[in-house]
């Protein structure tokens, strides 16, 4: 069974820097590629956004344009731990951020083909 464990999301002011982490453990064929995704609350409907993601294989990274320059993304693969280094953060970066693994990165979507999401982190950025 694969399991989450997120932890660093919270409150911070504009221009602020926050880390979330995530653990995963559980995939049984390959080591997985991991990532965050993120939506905005007030809007259900729309689909997840991938911020930022890592690869497995070669640690290969994918950023979102939109926090480029601003996060950075590593791996632990000893523990099978991501970490998001969020800084200069703004409010339109509010958001529950999801952790997720696929055995498919993607350089232009981040990961394809996710089947495993965790429970989510909330992230606010207001001052």
């Known amino acids: 069974q694969v399991q989450f464990v997120e932890s660093g999301g919270g409150l911070a002011q504009p221009g602020g820097s926050l880390r979330l982490s995530c653990a995963v453990s559980?995939?049984?064929?390959?080591?997985?590629?991991i990532g965050w995704f993120r939506q905005a609350p007030g809007n259900p409907g729309t689909e997840r956004e991938g911020?930022?993601?890592?690869?497995?294989?070669?640690?290969?990274?994918y950023y979102a344009d939109s926090v480029k320059g601003r996060f950075t993304i590593s791996r632990d693969n000893a523990k099978n731990t991501v970490y998001l280094q969020m800084n200069s953060l703004k409010p339109e970066d509010t958001a529950v951020y999801y952790c997720?693994?696929?055995?498919?990165?993607?350089?232009?979507?981040?990961?394809?083909?996710?089947?495993?999401w965790g429970k989510g982190t909330p992230v606010t950025v207001s001052s």
């Open positions: 911020v930022s993601c890592i690869s497995s294989s070669d640690g290969s990274t």
């Open positions: 997720a693994a696929s055995y498919y990165y993607s350089d232009y979507d981040c990961l394809v083909g996710v089947e495993n």
């Open positions: 559980g995939f049984t064929l390959d080591t997985p590629s």
